[in-house]
Nanobody
């Protein structure tokens, strides 16, 4: 069984930065695609960033240039560096990992950006 544990969320002022981590544990594996999603208050969950393999990254337009997704050396740890945070970045951030026919989600970590 695979477990995803997210951390790094918190409360920051606009213009600040946070680094989120997602660690996969349990059954050893190396996923090809790992993505970060977020759910702003009262809104639908949305894709934030994804990484394919070691360094094939993609971002939603609103975070492009501010956020960076990367994988740890062991490939089962994924980071989301969030710079120049804005209030609209507020939400619960989730890590998602597809493994075979299964899709795993983390528990989410809260990110709050104040004006």
């Amino acid at each position: 069984q695979v477990q995803l544990v997210e951390s790094g969320g918190g409360l920051v002022q606009a213009g600040g930065a946070l680094r989120l981590s997602c660690v996969a544990s349990g059954s050893p594996y190396r996923s090809n695609v790992i993505s970060w999603h977020r759910q702003p208050p009262g809104k639908q969950r949305e894709l934030v960033a994804s990484i394919i393999g070691e360094d094939g990254a993609g971002y939603r337009e609103s975070v492009s240039g501010r956020f960076n997704i990367s994988r740890g050396l062991g490939l089962n740890t994924v980071y989301l560096q969030m710079n120049n945070l804005q209030p609209e970045d507020t939400g619960v951030y989730y890590c998602k990992v597809p493994i075979g026919s299964q899709t795993y989600w983390g528990q989410g970590t809260q990110v709050t950006v104040s004006s």
